[in-house]
């Protein structure tokens, strides 16, 4: 999920990160996907990752996570 959303320019509907994520075409049924994607963003929220959700014209919700939001801290190094 992490990848898709940060691979992308444009919000992603559930429909779409559904189909492109093997786990998710694996998932059975509506409810079973629905759980683990709910899961799956809570987990990744709670690594830190920014996941926007916008409305698109087709009043879907998309999802997005933008790159400039996500970033880890410049890491320094001293001489240990």
């Known amino acids: 999920l992490a990848l898709c959303l940060l691979g992308t320019r444009r919000p992603l509907s559930k429909r779409e990160l559904r189909g492109s994520i093997e786990a998710y075409l694996e998932a059975g049924n509506d409810d079973s996907f629905n759980r683990m994607f709910e899961r799956d963003k809570d987990d990744l929220r709670e690594l830190g990752l920014v996941i926007e959700t ?20 410049p890491l320094t190094l001293d001489a240990e």
């Open 54 to 73: 916008v409305d698109n014209l087709d009043g879907e919700v998309g999802y997005l996570a933008r790159r400039d939001s996500n970033r880890l801290p």
